[in-house]
């Protein structure tokens, strides 16, 4: 079991920008697939990104062009930058390990485990 841990979380303004990471434990950290997840009050938790042991990236919709996903494998460490925040990126974000890379699709939340505890995004208008 993977033990992770996210933090950067904060409050900004709206078209600010804030960078997450999420700190992996163990070994084997560059053989897993990864993805950031959030859950706003009242909302399902939904997946925003994604991204593959070769550091290919999948995103949602609606954070594509605005959230990068990246990671540092000598670190252990999985980053979201997040540029041009609006009001509805309020939430809490996760970071989880996908139980198998080959596992599809990316966005489904039960291909997951390992999550971490998460940390609180807020962003005003």
């Known amino acids: 079991q993977v033990q992770l841990v996210e933090s950067g979380g904060g409050s900004v303004e709206t078209g600010g920008s804030l960078r997450l990471s999420c700190a992996a434990s163990?070994?084997?950290?560059?053989?897993?697939?990864m993805g950031w997840f959030r859950q706003a009050p009242g909302k399902e938790r939904e997946a925003i990104t994604y991204?593959?042991?070769?550091?290919?990236?999948n995103y949602a919709d609606d954070v594509k062009g605005r959230f990068a996903i990246s990671r540092d494998n000598a670190k252990n460490v999985l980053y979201l930058q997040m540029n041009s925040l609006r009001p509805e990126d309020t939430a809490m974000y996760y970071c989880a390990k996908k139980k198998f890379c080959f596992l599809v699709p990316w966005t489904t939340l039960s291909n997951y485990a390992d999550w971490g505890q998460g940390t609180q995004v807020t962003v005003s208008s």
């Open positions: 163990g070994s084997g950290f560059s053989r897993f697939c």
């Open positions: 991204i593959d042991t070769n550091g290919s990236p």
